[in-house]
């Protein structure tokens, strides 16, 4: 069969600095229309912490649905 390699198309064809410059002018946009969402410590700490749990079983321990499972 000749099958051809994909070739990097679209934004993931684009240099990581120009990736960066397209998605910082995402950013400003949207904190200058208002519509940005700006994370409380709290929110930020929430986030991290359920985040931790489910790709680490947080500290070694099972998430509650996978407890019952195990």
Known sequence: M???PKARRGFASMSQEKQREIA????????AKGTAHE??????RDA???GGMVSRGGRGKLP?????AA
Not at 24 to 31: F, I, L, P, V
Not at 39 to 44: C, G, Q, V, Y
């Open 48 to 50: 991290g912490r359920k």
């Open 24 to 31: 910082s002018k995402g950013g400003r946009a949207a904190h």
């Open 64 to 68: 509650a649905e996978q407890e019952s």
């Open 2 to 4: 000749n099958e051809k």
């Open 39 to 44: 994370w409380s410590s709290n929110e930020a």
